[in-house]
């Protein structure tokens, strides 16, 4: 059986007009990265920091998927093999285009995460610091988001993936944030063929590149995925 293992990033879902990092003048460029995506900048001012997730639960919420989601949703139902996607992001759009196998390894925008007891609930539409943890009741809310500095979420499973790959696919992520951005080498030690579907090169050691849109470029590679198979 041929597995296939995706790697996703922000720029699966720029089209569905969710920035990324470096966009102009997207969200992040209004805050500073330290400010809210580190403990240390919720350690300092929660207030702001749930603002700006609040803020981007809110975008998340109302977009929606592309045809880049849908093509990999098509994917996971319609190949006779493993299809899993570990994703960067922190929006659902995986899931509301109908992909079952998604792993969120930098955490998800929709839920909530006690920082005293660990347990974790579905978020509010608004978080705020005055939250109460449904089970301990602490005053310890936050995004269940990975930060800076903190573990990527289901690694060892992660790292399973990769070694059993046959196909490691990485799709609009720029190679910068680790340890995502190692995956492609873990894959190809592996014995894994390898693929970047980007905007830009990223000068990462894949087998093959190609450049595009991922709205163009992923249903494209889907057909020929599916035709081959
Ligand atoms: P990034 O912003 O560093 O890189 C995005 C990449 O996507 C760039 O290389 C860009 O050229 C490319 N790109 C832009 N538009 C594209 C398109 N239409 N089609 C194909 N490629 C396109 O994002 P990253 O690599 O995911 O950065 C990692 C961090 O950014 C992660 O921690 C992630 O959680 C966070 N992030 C997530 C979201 C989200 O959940 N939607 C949004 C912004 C940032
Ligand atoms: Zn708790």
């Not at 570990?86 to 285009?97: F, G, K, P, S």
């Not at 347990?119 to 936050?142: E, K, S, V, Y």
């Amino acid at each position: 059986m041929m597995r296939i293992v995706i790697l996703t990033g922000a720029g699966i879902s720029a089209e569905s007009g969710l920035g990324t990092f470096r966009d102009k003048d997207g969200l992040w460029t209004k805050y500073d990265l330290e400010d809210v995506a580190t403990p240390q900048g919720f350690a300092h001012n929660p207030r702001l920091v749930h603002d700006f997730y609040n803020a981007r639960r809110a975008n998340c919420l109302a977009a929606l998927p592309n045809d880049a989601h849908h093509a990999l949703a098509r994917l996971e139902a319609e190949f006779p093999g493993d299809v899993v996607i570990i994703t960067q992001n922190i929006d659902n759009l995986h899931e509301r285009a109908g992909n079952h196998r998604v792993w969120h390894m930098h955490g998800e925008l929709l839920r909530a995460l006690c920082a005293s007891c660990g347990h974790r609930w579905n978020a509010p539409a608004i978080m705020t610091p005055q939250d109460p943890c449904p089970a301990c009741h602490a005053l310890a809310t936050r995004p269940d988001v990975v930060w800076f500095g903190e573990m990527p979420h289901m690694m060892d499973d992660i790292q399973q993936a990769l070694y059993e790959a046959d196909l490691f696919v990485s799709i609009g992520t720029s190679g910068t944030v680790y340890p995502a951005a190692g995956f492609v080498r873990i894959a190809s030690a592996g014995g894994a063929q390898t693929l970047e579907i980007n905007l830009e090169t990223t000068g990462s050691v894949f087998d093959e590149t190609r450049q595009g849109e991922a709205g163009k470029q992923v249903p494209a590679w889907v057909d020929e995925v599916l035709r081959q198979a």
